[in-house]
């Protein structure tokens, strides 16, 4: 059993748990702050993204994580936590890392990223974990009323980053939409264009910013009825021997 299970067993068995998920998370300058630098490279982040993944540790680390995210990391349909199944582990080792400086804001999930119960090589054992599991295609679908809108947003103005069939970038740690279930991706497409989700890339705000709550539930819909991968990929972030692009 690893160090970062055997901590949070400690917290759960010494009844610390609650007082844990009452700390505040720290808070960093996001897409608010002319400060802000999306994808600022850290010297934690590069560690994980760097670091030589263990599956076997992730696997056994995840296991603190299921009781939100579900088993085989296939979240919940209903939006409130995300499907990390296939994701790219450089988008998961920026996301947590962003929790983890503040500049992303989850006080629920920051006691289980917090410095001194993870350390990066934990970070990138989980993300290369979550990344080798499958991605069936039984996420949660949108309503399909308008998914003609959705398509023609979609192409023209998200391809360039997310894919035609929503893959996604792993190097430039832009993350996989296909097979993500539609209430999550409506959720964040709102949060992102109204700057409630301060990691953001100003790219993308600039995008979505003119949209409507309705054109990103058409958009929403589109992206969940892309075809999720059928072959899981291995671990790209130990590839990297410099900041991805985009990086500062």
């Keep these: 059993m690893n ?5 949070l067993l400690a917290l759960c ?26 994808n600022e490279m850290d010297s934690e982040k590069l560690l994980a993204l760097r670091a030589k993944v263990n599956l076997g540790n992730g696997k056994v680390a995840f296991e603190v994580c299921q ?14 936590y995300p499907r990390l199944a296939a994701q790219h582990d450089t988008v998961l080792i920026k996301q947590m890392s ?12 920051y006691p289980f990223v917090n410095e001194h119960v993870i350390e990066a090589q934990e970070i990138a054992d989980i993300a290369g974990y979550l990344q080798s599991l499958p991605s069936p295609a039984s996420n949660g679908k949108g309503p399909g009323a308008d998914l003609e809108t959705g398509k ?7 391809v360039s980053c997310h894919e035609k069939n929503g893959s996604g970038s792993a190097e430039k740690l832009y993350p996989r939409v296909n097979g993500q279930h539609f209430a999550y991706l ?3 497409n709102i949060d992102i264009r109204d700057g409630v989700r ?51």
Excluded: F
Excluded at 13 to 28: I, W, Y
Excluded at 152 to 158: A, G, L, P, S
Excluded at 210 to 215: F, G, L, R, V
Excluded at 239 to 248: E, F, L
């Design 152 to 158: 023609t947003i979609y192409e023209k103005r998200c």
């Design 186 to 188: 409506l959720r964040q």
């Design 198 to 248: 301060r990691n953001s890339n100003p790219k993308m705000v600039r995008v979505i910013r003119q949209y409507s709550d309705e054109e990103l539930k058409a958009v929403a819909d589109y992206m969940s009825r892309l075809p999720p991968p059928t072959v899981a990929t291995a671990p790209a972030a130990t590839k990297m021997q410099k900041a991805p692009a985009g990086a500062r």
């Design 98 to 109: 962003d929790i983890r400086a503040g500049r992303r804001d989850n006080p629920k999930m």
């Design 67 to 80: 009781g939100c995210h579900r088993a085989n990391a296939l979240g919940r349909e209903d939006g409130s």
């Design 13 to 38: 068995s010494s009844g610390l748990v609650l007082a844990a998920t009452a700390e505040v998370q720290p808070h960093a300058p996001g897409i608010e702050s002319a400060d802000y630098i999306w």
């Design 3 to 7: 160090r970062y299970l055997l901590a």
